[in-house]
């Protein structure tokens, strides 16, 4: 069974505006002065899930800990607006630097004027069988390791706010660097549902998708998005 997907990557499309009504940039147009360059650098890449303890420990604690080697998402859209305009600026998301090879996903024109708190939204969608990939490996209490391949196999949607304000003059060019908790995201989830994974993994891997471990999938699908950073770098 193919446990592991391809991630065709693409060239990163042209870029479409959007207010009132849609203008597409044609091949030498010049529509805007000023650039976001969108880049993703995650350095997270561990965490442990939530376990119930004894009072005599007191309650709770950290267990097990996983630790994420690779990863991708499939093409993407950007979306992002300012809070002080209903303009929105969209552009096409190219996926091959991955989850861990910090690099530019997008640039995208913006007209000049102030960028106050903007919105940045990632729709994802599958492409061969997966938006969001995952690979890595769990070592349990007992230092037992096992292969774990998570695969976010439905539409995943990302957004989340940069607190800043920005003046895009002419010629300017912006950073906005995104990251995902890769390891907060396993805080709040009790290490049942991953023991209860490898128990059924039969030696293979532990596949996480929406036929598979699907307790342990909703978790992470639901808490994965509030995860989502964007910090600005001028």
């Known amino acids: 069974m193919k446990y592991f997907t391809t991630l065709l990557p693409v060239l990163i499309a042209g870029i479409s505006f959007t207010s009132c009504t849609k203008e597409v940039s044609g091949p030498g147009e010049q529509t805007s002065t000023a650039k976001i360059d969108f880049q993703m650098n995650n350095t997270e890449r561990s965490g442990s899930f939530y376990a119930v303890r004894g009072p005599q420990t007191g309650g709770h604690a950290q267990s097990g800990i996983v630790t994420w080697s690779d990863g991708f998402i499939s093409p993407a859209t950007l979306t992002i607006k300012s809070a002080n305009s209903d303009k929105e600026y969209t552009a096409s998301v190219n996926p091959t630097p991955g989850l861990f090879n910090a690099g530019s996903m997008a ?33 349990d209490n007992n230092a037992t390791t096992f292969p774990v391949i ?44 991953m023991t209860q994974a490898t128990l059924q993994s039969n030696g293979g891997p532990v596949i996480i998708s929406s036929t598979q471990n699907t307790a342990l999938y909703n978790m992470i699908k639901s808490i994965l998005p509030g995860t989502f950073k964007v910090n600005i770098v001028e």
Request: net charge negative; no cysteine; hydrophobic share 45%.
């Open 107 to 139: 640039i995208v024109d913006m007209s000049a004027g102030n960028l106050l708190n903007a919105e940045y939204t990632l729709n994802i969608k599958p492409v061969n069988g997966a938006a969001f990939e995952l690979r890595g490996e769990y070592v």
């Open 150 to 193: 998570l695969l976010i196999d439905d539409n995943l949607q990302l957004k989340a706010t940069s607190e800043s304000a920005i003046e895009m003059a002419s010629g300017k060019i912006v950073k906005a660097v995104s990251s995902i908790g890769l390891g907060t995201m396993l805080e709040t989830i009790p290490e049942t549902l």
